[in-house]
């Protein structure tokens, strides 16, 4: 098996506090991170492959930090400016995910979207995933991608069933894994309806 050159990382973003139905509890990233390593490790995943992301708390750093601990290069594809990205989508008081949203982009390669493609500023996310897929593909055609998602609607546009759908992967294709981060849940405890919409790293409520 030869190492894998491109992982398209996607998923739902931890838990704030006050989430009324947790998804992606603070207590499942260990176990989510273990997830992770596995599907790296399994496609060797190395210094010849590169990670692709969002950003976001959750689902992108987790694999963000588990392919730069394997050497691979990464690159965070912000939907916003920095700081509001930060503000937005990374940091909650108390918690150490801005901090490990620096540590990431130190040695990363970090993109951020532009203002000037046509597109209306409520789909900066939407339009964020389309920009990752195409150049992931245009890297490589027969990517890789990481989906923590439990598979149900999100709370907005421009997410991860979103990527879903237009990565075309199927659950079942062994290039791609899906990681369930709700409590209790396991991959495979449940077959993720392809094409429902979704979230990740559009702003939980």
Do not use: Y
């Amino acid at each position: 098996m030869t190492a894998t050159r491109v992982v398209l990382a996607t998923g739902h973003m931890v838990d704030l506090p006050d989430r009324p139905c947790p998804r992606f509890p603070a207590d499942q990233v260990p176990r989510v991170a273990a997830e992770v390593r596995d599907a790296l490790a399994t496609w060797q995943v190395g210094p010849d492959s590169t990670v692709i992301c969002g950003g976001a708390r959750g689902a992108d750093l987790i694999v963000a930090e588990e392919g730069q601990a394997r050497g691979a290069r990464v690159v965070l594809f912000l939907a916003l400016p920095r700081e509001e990205f930060i503000r937005r989508s990374v940091d909650v008081p108390g918690t150490d995910w801005a901090a490990r949203f620096e540590r990431v982009a130190g040695p990363a390669e970090v993109r951020v979207l532009g203002g000037d493609d046509g597109g209306r500023p409520d789909d900066v996310f939407a339009r964020a995933n389309a920009w990752m897929v195409d150049v992931a593909r245009s890297i490589d055609p027969h990517l890789h991608a990481i989906v923590v998602w439990n598979g149900r609607r999100g709370d907005g546009s421009g997410g991860t069933a979103d990527m879903v759908r237009l990565l075309g992967l199927d659950t079942s294709d062994p290039r791609m894994r899906v990681i369930d981060p709700t409590p209790g849940r396991r991959r495979g405890a449940s077959g993720p309806a392809v094409g429902a919409r979704r979230d990740t790293a559009a702003p939980d409520p």
